[in-house]
């Protein structure tokens, strides 16, 4: 099982954890997503993950990583 995390400091509510949680779900291998809105964390976990299709996902959701 693979384990990626991305710093996404734009997330500040309830909306904003929704968004992200759905658009990273629906990356092809995703099996969970954990946002941590006070942290402002993104926890993937999955088989075959690659940072990049996850970052656009993220990014197609209106929020920027800034760090992994």
């Known amino acids: 099982m693979d384990k990626l995390s991305f710093q996404v400091p734009g997330m500040n509510c309830g909306h904003c954890v929704e968004a992200v949680s759905t658009?990273?779900?629906q990356v092809e291998g995703v099996s969970?997503?954990?946002v941590d809105?006070?942290?402002k964390r993104v926890?993937?976990?999955g088989e075959?993950?690659?940072e990049?299709?996850?970052e656009q996902a993220i990014n197609d959701a209106?929020?920027?990583v800034t760090a992994k």
Request: proline share 5%; hydrophobic share 50%.
């Open 23 to 25: 658009a990273v779900g």
């Open 32 to 34: 969970s997503v954990d």
């Open 37 to 39: 809105l006070d942290a």
């Open 43 to 45: 926890e993937v976990e």
């Open 48 to 50: 075959g993950l690659a």
């Open 52 to 54: 990049a299709p996850l």
């Open 62 to 64: 209106g929020y920027e």
